[in-house]
């Protein structure tokens, strides 16, 4: 292989590697997160959800969080509902 | 009789025509050959380099420059696949027409001619397409696997340390969470009974992502004695899937329903694709 086809090898390797490396990607960067702890209280009351009462309304003053009926999923079961 | 002779087909410029482009094709597929190995030779270090360097968690920019290498090869496949229609197949249609019958004496001497160059033009093509996927595999392999088992330990390693460290947000008494979750889900506080939102961490949430290629690194063994084992061997890969599983459900205990009927999936799948 001559000197000159090998150059233009490796300027073809270097920009694609470069541009493979600068790309950005399709939504962006990963952002890394710490583990959390949310809750989400009755915005009426104050009141938490308790886990007898369901989670689909506040047990005290009847706020209803959300409309949807809870089937069964990997952690939220059908008893969850109020 | 001697008129004969004199009135049989001879044809010369076609034999030389023949050997002329039979060297041609070969000198092609040579020079396509060598730039795709010096290619790929330069390549190789370079992709295993950025796939080091990448930070992405799934090694995002490793995979746009293999992109963009399986591309220069492809587009190499395509220049002979088009070479081989218009200088090889088409001249071989287009010599035969102009030939006496492949039954008479001298039309059967050119037509074997035809279809030894024919032949030997494929199998040269097909060299080349063996070499191609050679390097495909090559590039494909460059960079090796990243080390999902070290990440995970990791990660394990940080819950057990954060475990502890949570309080109920609408009371403030500790919480501990009862086991690794992949994705947000209620944790009761013990004292006050309120359902906390627990939101796992980024590294935690990936490992559910990998856990089915962890799971293949760790019983990587077994599906490689059932691809080496002549004639395949059905219990082998059974026993690779059956493992496999269930080192995906040590990992992620919660999606064991499931992917229990995904191994059902696979298991026949593989069954039917045997029976065909």
Known sequence: MSQEENKRTLTYLERLKQKAATQENYGGEVVKEDAKMKVRDCPECGAGRAYQHGLTACAYCGFVFMDVKLTDGVHIKKENNS | ?276
């Open chain 2, 1 to 276: 009789m001697f008129s004969l002779f004199q009135k049989k087909y001879n044809n010369p410029a076609l034999l030389e025509k023949i050997r002329e482009t039979q060297e041609r094709w070969f000198t092609f597929l040579g020079k396509l050959e060598a730039r795709m190995e010096e290619m790929s030779t330069a390549a190789i270090p370079e992709l295993r380099d950025l796939f080091n360097q990448d930070n992405d968690p799934y090694k995002r920019a490793h995979g746009h420059m293999l992109q963009g290498l399986l591309g220069q090869i492809n587009q190499m496949r395509h220049k002979a696949n088009e070479a081989r229609e218009e200088n090889i197949f088409c001249f071989v249609s287009a010599a035969e027409a102009t030939l006496p019958a492949i039954t008479s004496n001298a039309g059967q001497e050119y037509h074997n001619a035809l279809y030894a160059f024919r032949m030997a033009c494929s199998d040269r093509y097909h060299l080349f397409d063996e070499k191609l996927n050679h390097h495909i595999t090559l590039l494909q392999k460059a960079a090796g696997e990243q080390d999902l088992e070290a990440i995970y330990r990791e990660e394990l390693t940080i819950f057990e340390n954060i475990r502890d460290k949570f309080s109920c947000k609408q009371c403030g008494g500790n919480i501990t969470i009862p086991q690794m979750f992949f994705i947000a889900t209620y944790v009761n506080c013990p004292f006050c009974k309120t359902q906390n939102t627990f939101m796992p961490s980024t590294g935690a949430q990936l490992v559910l992502h990998q856990a089915r290629s962890l799971a293949e690194q760790r019983t990587a063994h077994l599906l490689h004695a059932y691809e080496e084992s002549v004639p395949k061997n059905e219990t082998l890969y059974k026993q690779y899937l059956r493992a496999m599983f269930d080192e995906w459900n040590k990992i992620v205990p919660d999606m064991a329903g499931e992917n229990e009927k995904f191994y059902q999936r696979l298991l026949n799948d593989h069954l039917i694709n045997k029976l065909k």
